[in-house]
């Protein structure tokens, strides 16, 4: 009896405290916008809303959207068809090399092609007789092949691995009944890709509505705002509006959770499944050399665009002594490291970035490790509730999720002085990440055989002794790949440091962006080098760590 009480009363807690972390943030960016001196102001919310600023805003957004979403597709369809059907599908380093620019924090990404691309920059200097072409870089469309280059590699992941799920018999009993290569594109290939594209296509359209980096950096530049940066505007520069914030933030959140279920809903409908105990084979295509050079100049071309251009700047940036002097022999130096590794404000500066990833990723292990065992232990209308509480910040743009935290714990200041300190920083990266720790830990579960468990129980152990002595082992290494993560993601993190970070109080994203905005352009780069090398290291580790312990 007391152990079923003590099975109701653990979910139940947990559900009140994620709903106090998450629903009750979420709830005031919703209430600050219909609410207006106290009084409910329906009225005055639309006229907000449907302002002229507000109206351009939300159209930018969805353009954005939509071109990213097109140009993404061009460069991953044709890329993802040689991973997956030709011989530059046994090239495994290729798909670790496309990667990177995913790995790579799109500010940064964004800074390199800034310094790539602006007047007097790098481009100019290699190629003086272009003149000034290098500077029409400068606009909408190349705000857009920025943010392409970032998210192209996970629409390429996903349409390589629907390739490689096709099996080569459709197509070639097609070909058989004398269909040719375009009829099997159209009949067969691309209906049977549809739905995983689609799936697709709606995450990259949410991860470009809910993307700040890149709009902070090169859409103020070229005067294009959108979402995330007319909410950050209204949030931090005066005269502060969080009326307006809260508008926008809410008009953000209702687009992508339409967006969720229609991605839900085509999963469910559209779906095909190839994977069965029958054996089958992926379709090849033998290319001519003439097609062959083709394809490795497109795959060139990516490389260089998505990880050369920007990673070349940041690094040549960082090494030059005077930017006047640029590409000069003699202009190079170590300097700018060396004043890193001895500044106080960049020490601390990496130092509590280290501190805030540690905290927080460790906090949100734990409390995503317990809320999937409350999910496993409970039944009904609870565990559907937990499960999707806990999964929400995943469908949610953080730049909300930190709105929301901000107007709550702001109006609960004087109960509970959190707000403009570093533990709301860390509260707030465990809010946006929880949804990783809950994801790792439910798929470990789903491959542990039960008979295992109940062995435990049948030999007299306690349910503890059957967690601590045959659960955890289990599943520490899904824990360990959720924490690696969270460290990663929360190290370099922008919006909520931007937001969040008490006065005078700097982390590595931070850091780098101020340098960047004042002037000290190599000694920001210098940090983004730091920044690249500490979160590749750490995973680099952790695959070490997980190779040598792999049973």
């Not at 990516?302 to 590409?327: C, E, N």
Request: hydrophobic share 50%; charged share 10%; glycine share 6%.
């Amino acid at each position: 009896m007391k152990q079923l009480k003590r099975d109701k009363i653990f979910p139940l807690a947990l559900l009140l405290l994620l709903s106090g972390m998450i629903i009750c943030p979420l709830m005031s960016v919703f209430a600050r916008a219909v609410i207006s001196d106290g009084r409910l102001n329906l009225l005055q919310a639309w006229a907000v809303i449907a302002s002229t600023e507000n109206i351009k805003t939300i159209c930018n957004s969805l353009a954005l959207g939509f071109s990213v979403l097109l140009c993404s597709t061009v460069i991953a369809a044709p890329t993802a068809f040689l991973l997956a059907r030709t011989r530059m599908a046994q090239y495994s380093w290729l798909d670790i090399l496309f990667m990177i620019p995913f790995m790579t924090p799109p500010y940064i990404a964004s800074m390199g092609w800034i310094l790539f691309m602006q007047k007097r920059g790098l481009f100019q200097q290699l190629f003086p007789a272009t003149g000034s072409w290098s500077e029409g870089f400068f606009c909408f469309p190349g705000m857009v092949l920025v943010m392409s280059l970032h998210v192209f590699p996970f629409l390429t992941s996903l349409l390589k691995n629907a390739m490689l799920n096709i099996p080569a018999s459709l197509e070639e009993s097609a070909a058989v009944f004398g269909a040719g290569s375009s009829l099997r594109l159209r009949k067969i290939f691309a209906p049977l890709l549809s739905s995983n594209y689609a799936i697709a296509a709606l995450l990259v359209f949410v991860k470009t509505l809910s993307e700040y980096g890149t709009p902070y950096t090169l859409g103020r530049r070229i005067g294009f705002y959108v979402f995330t940066t007319d909410i950050h505007r209204y949030s931090t520069t005066a005269p502060i509006d969080f009326g307006r914030s809260a508008s926008l933030s809410s008009i953000l959140v209702c687009i992508c959770m339409a967006l969720w279920l229609l991605q839900n809903n085509i999963s469910s409908r559209r779906s095909y499944h190839f994977i069965s105990g029958k054996g089958s084979r992926p379709a090849h295509t033998e290319l001519s050399p003439i097609g062959q050079i083709m394809a490795w100049l497109w795959i060139g071309l990516i490389i260089l665009l998505a990880i050369g251009v920007p990673y070349f700047s940041i690094i040549t940036t960082s090494l030059i002594k005077l930017r006047g002097y640029g590409l000069a022999a003699g202009n190079f130096t170590l300097a700018h490291y060396q004043e890193l590794l001895t500044t106080p404000k960049a020490l601390s500066s990496i130092s509590l970035s280290f501190f805030l990833a540690a905290a927080s990723a460790s906090i949100c292990s734990i409390l995503g490790t317990a809320v999937v065992l409350a999910i496993r232990k409970t039944k009904g209308v609870y565990r559907k509730i937990l499960e999707g509480v806990s999964l929400l910040p995943e469908m949610l743009p953080s730049i909300v999720l930190v709105i929301g935290l901000m107007l709550f714990w702001n109006a609960l200041y004087k109960l509970f002085p959190l707000y403009n300190t570093t533990g709301i920083m860390v509260l707030a990266y465990v809010v946006l990440y929880l949804p990783y720790p809950v994801q790792y830990v439910s798929s470990a579960f789903t491959q542990i055989n039960q008979s295992l468990l109940e062995a435990g129980r049948s030999f007299g152990g306690s349910p503890r002794y059957v967690f601590r002595r045959i659960t955890l082992p289990m599943i520490s290494r899904s824990i360990f790949a959720a924490w690696m993560m969270i460290f990663i993601i929360s190290f370099r993190e922008l919006v909520t440091a931007s937001l969040l970070a008490p006065p005078n109080t700097l982390v590595v994203s931070t850091y780098i962006n101020r340098e960047f905005e004042q002037g000290s352009v190599s000694l920001g780069m210098a940090m983004a080098v730091l920044c690249v090398l500490i979160t590749t290291t750490a995973l680099l580790l952790f695959n070490h760590f997980l190779e040598k312990t792999k049973v």
